[in-house]
């Protein structure tokens, strides 16, 4: 009877390790057949019952029974490790001679490349760059520019304000009145101050409520309006092309006096007329002038010893112009295709 169950017992344990597939089912099969409360084991435990005619035998039997699972177990562990090896080598291969994956390099935004084209220049000419903070005072934004309280331009209107003395700067002038007023008087203060600027507008294809501005400032001994043309002369053909003139109109700013306008002659058509100069042969560029003594005072400096001069102009303006670009929004939805065409520009 027993060596006719322990017989059983091996056929069934043979059968179910040679079907495991996994490690899981190997263990088991282990606790199963060959566990502290498994049949052999109480087999075995049980031999005591049994006659000493039949205890040699059946004990022979439970015993090789025993071993033969415990080495088949063993066997199919070894075997199913090796190829669960196999398997996870495969899947993790890894073919070191494939080519590397591509990676596209960035590039300047168009108007970093602008305003980088600009500074170069300004820097060849002993400029130093400046900058300062976009959340500004009230005082740096128009006090100190002589704009006064009741000027129109201070419109909650027209700016982002904070509280009721701070606000988003409208305009990068502010950097160069705290620049003016770090010298404490004594010049000479030779800058040029890029930024981004606020304004409370609606954007369309030339409004857009945040923009950027670069601004120049050359305050000194007997610096004269002929300086400022001479230097805008310079900008001008760097920017727009050797054989370009340029032309001063009067105009008319708060913080500088006189003030002007500087046009360029058109690079497209030289100065004939066509349809990007309107049929002017002149393109509009930037504003300028000489500081307005109430801003040197301001910051510190005598009229009666210094003089200056300041221009400022928009970074967007000058690459629409030079690109045809149709709409200022294009440089801040950054959409790739259109940033895409000026790539290393
Ligand atoms: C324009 C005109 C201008 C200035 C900016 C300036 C700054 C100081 C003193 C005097 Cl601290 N002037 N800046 C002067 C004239 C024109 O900008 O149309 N910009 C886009």
Redesign the pocket.
């Known amino acids: 009877m027993l060596k006719e169950k322990l017989l059983e017992l091996r056929q069934q344990a043979l059968s179910n390790i040679d079907s495991a597939d996994e490690l899981k089912a190997l263990q088991e099969a282990h606790v199963r057949f060959l566990g502290k409360k498994g049949p052999i084991t109480e087999i075995l435990k049980g031999m005591g019952k049994l006659s000493k005619e039949e205890r040699p035998d059946v004990g022979k039997l439970a015993n090789e029974v025993r071993q033969l699972i415990a080495a088949r177990i063993e066997e199919k562990k070894t075997d199913l490790e090796a190829r669960l090896l196999d398997l996870k080598l495969e899947s993790e291969k890894l073919d070191v001679t494939l080519p590397g994956r591509k990676t596209v390099p960035g590039s300047h935004h168009l108007l970093a490349s602008i305003i980088r084209e600009v500074e170069d220049l300004f820097i060849g000419l002993g400029f130093s760059i400046e900058e300062g903070p976009e959340v500004e005072q009230d005082y740096y934004n128009f006090e100190a520019?002589n704009l006064p309280k009741d000027h129109p331009a201070r419109d909650m209107q027209d700016s982002f304000y904070i509280t009721d003395d701070i606000l988003m700067r409208t305009h990068t002038?502010p950097v160069?009145?705290r620049t003016?007023e770090k010298h404490k008087g004594v010049g000479p203060v030779k800058i040029i101050c890029p930024g981004k600027v606020y304004r409370r507008d609606n954007d369309d294809a030339t409004h857009s409520h945040q923009f950027m501005?670069i601004?120049g400032?050359y305050v000194d001994h007997k610096v004269r309006l002929s300086d400022l043309k001479g230097i805008l002369t310079v900008f001008a053909k760097h920017m727009f092309g050797a054989d370009r003139e340029i032309r001063l109109r009067p105009s008319f700013?708060p913080?500088?006096e006189p003030?002007v306008e500087m046009d360029i002659s058109c690079f497209r058509c030289g100065g004939h007329g066509c349809n990007v100069c309107k049929g002017t042969g002149w393109i509009e560029i930037?504003?300028?002038?000489m500081?307005?003594p109430n801003?040197l005072r301001m910051s510190g400096f005598d009229p009666s010893e210094y003089t200056g001069f300041?221009?400022?102009?928009?970074p967007e303006r000058i690459a629409m112009l030079k690109y045809g670009i149709e709409d200022i929004r294009h440089f801040y939805t950054d959409d790739i295709r259109f940033l895409k065409q000026f790539y290393r520009a």
């Open positions: 520019l002038s160069q009145a003016l501005q601004e400032l700013f913080f500088t003030s930037l504003g300028a002038g500081v307005h801003v300041a221009f400022g102009m928009g």
